[in-house]
């Protein structure tokens, strides 16, 4: 296998020839004369163990589809912009149709395609809490809860001071 990034890993073969590792993982296994590879359209991979007359299937294992960003949110401040791309792993992706499914505090809007939550919090301070639900490409869906606490803007009164005169306590 190679990645988007150029790594190389073995996924299947234990680098010594011979017959063995059927059931078991696939790196464990040995293969002897191999003389081609093909993958499905899931993700399967097919090697042709050619001296061992058989071809060996590699199953595509796929880790459960999870929303990955972690609750409590950063906060928010009264007023100003928040922004925020929520991030999941596993499944198939891509991912999409991100929604919010119950909680929202009116504020926020969430992006379907991108899962970036965007808006100014307006009103009231305080703890909220939310749902949100994303969808990968075959279908499969997870959901995650969300806490982000709003805070009002720090004032500082009065804006300025009288002048100080030195060399005088002020």
Do not use: M
Request: aromatic share 6%; proline share 6%; glycine share 14%.
């Amino acid at each position: 296998e190679v990645t988007a990034s150029g790594v190389i890993s073995t996924v299947a073969g234990n680098g010594t020839e011979g017959l063995s590792g059927d059931g078991g993982p696939a790196t464990s296994a040995q293969l002897d004369g191999l003389t081609g590879v093909a993958v499905d359209a899931v993700g399967n991979l097919y090697i042709a163990d050619n001296y061992n007359n058989r071809v060996r299937k590699v199953a595509r294992t796929v880790l459960p589809l999870a929303i990955t960003t972690v609750s409590p949110l950063p906060s928010g401040v009264l007023t100003a912009a928040y922004s925020l791309t929520l991030t999941a792993s596993g499944g198939s992706a891509p991912y999409s149709n991100w929604t919010i499914t119950s909680g929202n505090p009116g504020w926020l809007v969430l992006n379907p395609l991108t899962g970036t939550i965007n808006g100014t919090p307006g009103g009231n301070t305080g703890t909220f809490n939310f749902v949100v639900q994303v969808t990968d490409s075959t279908g499969a869906a997870a959901s995650a809860a969300f806490q982000i606490t709003v805070t009002s803007a720090v004032t500082i009164a009065p804006a300025s001071l009288p002048p100080g005169t030195a060399g005088l306590a002020y």
